[in-house]
């Protein structure tokens, strides 16, 4: 079933240009985008001397070396290598079981979601789209960004709300 939603997917988005132009922008910028509002956000706490700086900065960093460990046992091959695809971006062969990308996302979404709930919906959003496009671009199977939101959100949740 991953196989084919992937195939279905990368196939739309290969055969109309404005589809493949946007999947291709939000991959290369998303990391970028996410990275930069993260780094912002933990400088502007530090600055100004909030104490949820900590929870905020090392939280989210647990998370995401957490999924990398993960990742790293799991070892399951991309979809651009299983399938014999051509990614819509040049990617490196490696693990793609969780999505990294996706649980970092989700995570700096709970992160921010921690400090203002309207801020969070609004990244919560973008990770969304950030995930879903990875798997426009045969870079993830469907099941490896659903596998990221939820160690993202899921352990968000338990570092950000019950500790």
């Not at 203002?116 to 496009?133: K, L, N, P, Q, W």
């Amino acid at each position: 079933m991953d196989k084919k939603i992937v195939l279905k997917l990368y196939d739309f988005t290969l055969n109309r240009k404005g589809v493949y132009d946007f999947i291709k922008f939000i991959v290369n910028i998303s990391v970028y985008i996410f990275f930069l509002i993260f780094g912002i956000m933990t400088v502007t706490l530090a600055i100004i001397g909030d104490e949820r700086v900590f929870k905020f900065f090392f939280v989210t960093v647990f998370i995401i070396f957490f999924n990398m460990l993960i990742r790293k046992l799991i070892g399951r091959k991309r979809p651009f290598d299983v399938l014999k695809i051509n990614s819509i971006v040049s990617h490196k062969s490696a693990g793609s079981f969780p999505s990294n990308h996706s649980a970092s996302a989700m995570a700096i979404a709970v992160a921010f979601f921690y400090m203002s709930h309207i801020c969070g919906i609004i990244i919560f959003a973008m990770a969304i789209v950030t995930g879903i496009a990875r798997v426009f671009a045969g870079l993830h199977y469907l099941s490896d960004v659903l596998a990221g939101f939820f160690v993202g959100i899921f352990l968000g949740y338990l570092g950000f709300f019950c500790v």
